[in-house]
Each structure stands twice: as structure tokens, then as C-alpha cells.
């Protein structure tokens, strides 16, 4: 199952994939530790989301010294390409430049972001031609 297969992630989903990315293997315990320190969660209810999430196909388990570890089946990079899209697709009608636009709009791009973006946007047009 590719990425693009995948359901959507809500934002307490994308919030575990998040501390899985970052920990590479863990725990549902090591996953509670992070959430319950940024807000009061439950411990079954973390376990019931990475649950869900393995079922889903974003996450892979394995077996190691009697525990159960979880890890990414997808890479972060590819969920935010993926996500990156569907906003493209659903919000912009399929125009990256109207995501870009707004982007440029609302003012929230640094100079130090717009002079990276100027190099990669050359590096990208030195790759298609």
C-alpha cells in the first residue's frame, strides 16, 4: 500500500506519527510519555490510536523483549508530500502556484525561507532542463 492509498491523518494522528518519526521505534508508553506531558491524555487511548494507525497501514509493529515497538510505515517526508497534495488538489483547485500565492500573501514567508525557496526553485529548473 502506497502513501497516496492511505486514509488521511487527523491532527492527534499526525501528532503520534509525529513522535514516531522523531523516536524512530517506540513504545505506546514512550508515545504516552510525550502527548500526556503536552496535554492530558490517557494511556489506552494512545494505545487504542497507534492501534488504529497499524490497521490503517501507517505503522508497523514488532516484537522485542516481550514489548511491542512501533515504527512509521511511511516517512514523514511522504506524508507531507501527501498532505502537501491533497491541500494542492482540494483548496487550490490543483494550482501549486495558488498555494505559493497565498503563502507569499499572508506574509508568512521569511526572507531567509524566500531566499531558500529562490535556490531550490534554480536547482529545480536546472533538473528539467
Request: aromatic share 4%.
Amino acid at each position: 500500500m502506497s502513501e497516496d492509498d492511505l486514509p488521511p491523518l487527523s491532527d492527534v494522528q499526525h501528532e503520534i506519527m509525529t513522535v514516531v518519526w522523531d523516536r524512530g521505534k517506540c513504545s505506546a508508553a514512550d508515545v504516552w510519555k510525550v502527548l500526556e506531558q503536552r496535554r492530558g491524555v490517557s494511556r489506552n487511548t494512545v494505545h487504542t490510536l497507534l492501534v488504529r494507525l497499524e490497521d490503517k497501514g501507517w505503522l508497523t509493529r514488532t516484537v522485542a523483549d516481550g514489548g511491542v515497538l512501533f515504527s512509521a510505515a511511511v516517512s514523514r517526508s511522504a506524508t507531507q508530500q501527501q498532505c502537501v497534495r491533497r491541500l494542492i488538489d482540494t483548496v487550490f483547485d490543483g494550482s501549486a502556484e495558488g498555494l505559493v500565492l497565498a503563502l507569499l500573501n499572508q506574509g508568512t514567508v521569511s526572507a531567509e525561507e524566500s531566499a531558500r525557496i529562490r535556490e531550490l526553485i534554480k536547482q529545480a529548473k536546472g533538473k528539467k532542463t
